[in-house]
T-cell receptor
Framework: GAVVSQHPSRVICKSGTSVKIECRSLDFQATTMFWYRQFPKKSLMLMATSNEGSKATYEQGVEKDKFLINHASLTLSTLTVTSAHPEDSSFYIC?????????????FGPGTRLTVL | QKEVEQNSGPLSVPEGAIASLNCTYSDRGSQSFFWYRQYSGKSPELIMSIYSNGDKEDGRFTAQLNKASQYVSLLIRDSQPSDSATYLCAVSLSSGSEKLVFGKGMKLTVNP
């Protein structure tokens, strides 16, 4: 159990375009999902906490108008990188916590590698 | 600012040896502790979780937690080349948020 998927796995786009990344919990409902970004040889950086039915909570320094998050259902959260630029090129990873057990265990999706030309 | 510190490494061990990975954390009220493994180009994969002081064993992996010393470790016995990866320590926040704070990771190489 606790499977999280992401789509697409890889995307290449031109500068100025917007890119949408989907994160799905396949075998559980997730009221909370997390979006991370990871640059090469660096650790995970939490971008935002996605809350089902309400606004996302962004970490300090992350532009909410640049990285739009929508958590419209208990199994789907989307991250849209608007007007992407080369500096947005990174590995974007989502995670979700199954509701049972009262633990904070996060299960990660396989990630989306974004390259902006 | 809640922090999680891991030795920068990298760590290199011969096949069959014990690999020891260490982590300290600053939030004394943290209750949940995790070790993730991340292969190059892949996303993190949960290896172990630990919530109580002492040892927790799962196959070749043993997690050790000492809340008084704010220290958590991961031992890998009989290390295999397939264990070569970056290991991330993650700690929950005492504030009750579901967020985790991650260390920077330790790269482990197991040499055949």
């Amino acid at each position: 159990g606790a499977v999280v998927s992401q789509h697409p796995s890889r995307v290449i786009c031109k500068s100025g375009t917007s890119v949408k990344i989907e994160c799905r919990s396949l075998d559980f409902q997730a009221t909370t999902m997390f979006w991370y970004r990871q640059f090469p040889k660096k650790s995970l950086m939490l971008m935002a906490t996605s809350n089902e039915g309400s606004k996302a909570t962004y970490e300090q320094g992350v532009e909410k108008d640049k990285f739009l998050i929508n958590h419209a259902s208990l199994t789907l959260s989307t991250l849209t990188v608007t007007s992407a630029h080369p500096e947005d090129s990174s590995f974007y990873i989502c995670s979700a916590t199954p509701p049972s057990g009262g633990t904070d265990t996060q299960y990660f999706g396989p990630g989306t590698r974004l390259t902006v030309l | 600012q809640k922090e999680v510190e891991q030795n920068s490494g990298p760590l290199s061990v011969p096949e069959g040896a014990i690999a020891s990975l260490n982590c300290t954390y600053s939030d004394r009220g943290s209750q949940s502790f995790f070790w993730y493994r991340q292969y190059s180009g892949k996303s993190p994969e949960l290896i172990m979780s630990i919530y109580s002081n002492g040892d927790k064993e799962d196959g070749r992996f043993t997690a050790q937690l000492n809340k008084a010393s704010q220290y958590v470790s991961l031992l890998i016995r009989d290390s295999q080349p397939s264990d070569s990866a970056t290991y991330l320590c993650a700690v929950s926040l005492s504030s009750g948020s579901e967020k985790l704070v991650f260390g920077k990771g330790m790269k482990l190489t197991v040499n055949p």
